[in-house]
């Protein structure tokens, strides 16, 4: 059974950071895989925020997070990492961690390419 659980969000000021995990079980993937974050905010479409990719560790970000989010590489036990510092009340929103196969392009941040997806650990940024 395939389980990704998000944890680290929570409510900070503006400017701050926070340092969201994404833990993942069960998967079902030969070698390598995308793992991916997405946001969505009340309101609004859900948001690729940041990808990276097992198989050697490339990083896609969107442009809203560049420069202010980093993605660590995702170790043996499958837990992933987004350090997000710099934090400003747009980024406030829903977080959740996805994973996708390596034949897709994952890159590409499109919720199509993840077929796996955790609950979502929530980000609040007070100014």
């Known amino acids: 059974q395939v389980q990704l659980v998000e944890s680290g969000g929570g409510s900070v000021q503006a400017g701050g950071s926070l340092r969201l995990s994404c833990a993942a079980s069960?998967?079902?993937?030969?070698?390598?895989?995308?793992m991916g974050w997405f946001r969505q905010a009340p309101g609004k479409e859900r948001e690729g925020v940041a990808a990276?990719?097992?198989?050697?560790?490339?990083?896609t970000y969107a442009d809203s997070v560049k420069g202010r989010f980093t993605l660590s590489q995702v170790n043996p036990k499958n837990t992933g990492y987004l350090q997000m510092n710099s934090l400003k009340s747009e980024d406030a929103a829903m977080y959740c961690c996805?994973?996708?196969?390596?034949?897709?392009?994952?890159?590409?941040?499109?919720?199509?390419?993840?077929?796996?997806w955790g609950q979502g650990t929530q980000v609040t940024v007070s100014s």
């Open positions: 990276i990719y097992t198989g050697g560790g490339s990083t």
């Open positions: 069960g998967l079902p993937y030969r070698n390598y895989y995308w």
């Open positions: 996805a994973t996708g196969p390596s034949w897709n392009n994952g890159g590409r941040l499109r919720p199509s390419d993840f077929d796996y």
